[in-house]
């Protein structure tokens, strides 16, 4: 009787660490798996040497030589998110404001804008929302504008796959696929290798400031049309989806009316050292606490549980055994005193 009590509750502990696994596996590992609403602000920097780019200032337009530091600032918006992300956006998407800006070596600004928009918490693409807008000083476009962001852009998905993402390109308004390439490391982390080609194509430029370069840099030149191309690689740790090393390979030209072309910017970005090292750190973590919530916890649940329940069963069944083997022995000595 006392091992069939003990067996009870074995059996019971086994078949509650066998929910407590399915639990995990599928109610906690999914809240694991999307960006959280008080997601803590970042920061990438990403560095150029030796680049060629314009630079506006109050003498006009000019071409330079030198090295380029472009910063991204990343600013979950909680509270906007909680007002603005109704009906079929509750609970799947945040809203994240984005602030760059890219600087010369001796502090100037070269260029910088801002944007506004939200972020499928699961996917980490653009969510339609009408709410989104741009804002660049960018000659390209020169103003704030309503933008319909779509794909990718600051983060892939969770556990991403060897596949091509969507991955949007502000500079022209829309998408481009970014191809899986390889498995790398960064770090001694194993990452997804991804990279978007984008061809050297027309690009939008209002007219006033097309008539402004062209006759700034290329008189007698009275309009002109830009051109621009762009290599992305990103090099993705898949089960967070966050970027750990990002290259831009930029280059933008000015087509004037008399035949000349304008180098307006030729630039190779690659994430600092710094950046580089910071997010691998922030990653590991995650990636830590992702596994442990959908793998590890689930898989030592389960063979806990599964070894208690089969310890149990073992366990109640020594009381029938016991009792066989006691009633035949006193059967045995009752038959010997007949005959004796």
């Keep these: ?85 109704t009906g079929d956006l509750k609970g799947k998407a945040v809203v994240w404001d984005v602030y760059s800006q890219t600087t010369a070596s001796d502090g100037s600004v070269v260029d910088a804008s801002s944007e506004e928009l939200a972020i499928d918490r699961v996917s980490g693409a653009a969510a339609p929302w009408a709410g989104a807008w741009e804002n660049s000083s960018d000659l390209a476009k020169g103003q704030e504008t309503k933008t319909e962001f779509k ?46 080609v984008i061809p050297l194509q027309r690009a939008p430029l209002d007219p006033g400031n097309a008539a402004y370069l062209a006759s700034s840099l290329a008189p007698p030149a009275t309009i002109g049309e830009l051109y621009y191309s762009n290599t992305r690689t990103l090099w993705v740790e898949p089960v967070t989806g966050q970027f750990l090393d990002v290259r831009e390979q930029r280059h933008v030209e000015l087509r004037t009316d008399t035949g000349e072309v304008v180098t307006l910017l030729d630039a190779d970005f690659n994430y600092s050292d710094s950046t580089i090292k910071d997010t691998v750190k922030s990653v590991k973590k995650n990636r830590n606490l992702i596994m442990m919530a959908s ?46």
């Design 151 to 196: 794909g990718n852009s600051y983060k892939m998905p969770f556990h991403a796959k060897k596949t091509s993402y969507d991955f949007w390109d502000g500079t022209l308004g829309k998408t481009f696929p970014a191809k899986f390439q390889a498995v790398d490391k960064v770090e001694g982390l194993e990452v997804y290798r991804y990279q978007q």
């Design 1 to 85: 009787m006392k091992h069939r009590v003990i067996g009870t509750v074995m059996f019971g502990l086994g078949v509650l660490l066998l929910v407590i696994a399915v639990g995990l596996r599928w109610y906690v590992a999914p809240t694991a798996t999307k960006i959280p609403y008080d997601l803590d602000r970042s920061t990438s920097i990403a560095e150029a040497k030796n680049a060629t780019y314009l630079q506006v200032t109050e003498q006009g337009p000019a071409i330079h030589t030198g090295d380029l530091r472009s910063s991204t600032d990343v600013v979950p918006q909680p509270e906007l998110t909680v007002q603005q992300m």
């Design 295 to 340: 793998v590890w916890l689930p898989i030592i649940f389960a063979m806990l549980g599964l070894a208690l329940i089969v310890f149990a069963f073992l366990v109640m069944r020594r009381d029938p055994e016991r009792a066989y083997r006691s009633g035949g022995a006193h059967a045995d000595d009752r038959a010997a005193r007949q005959m004796a």
